[in-house]
């Protein structure tokens, strides 16, 4: 994609555009690490970082990241158990 004044113009209106509920993907990473923290407690994740909740939906980037974080601290939890000797 060429950064032509109309795509500025477009990505520029996009972000401040942006639904007041929504957060960018800074924010974001800053709460996945708590949010997959709570998911893995068995707590509401979800209710308790509602904003974090809507952008996984919406966000696939962060959606991965948040997928490869809880698979992480899920083996980090089983670590003492170990396959093999
Ligand atoms: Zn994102």
Redesign the pocket.
Known sequence: MTLTPDVLRFLVRRVFNAHPGEIP?GD?YVHVDHFAEMELAGLDAAAALPLVEE?LQT?P??REEFACLVAVLRDASQAPERAEP
């Open positions: 993907c974001c952008h966000c980037g962060c």
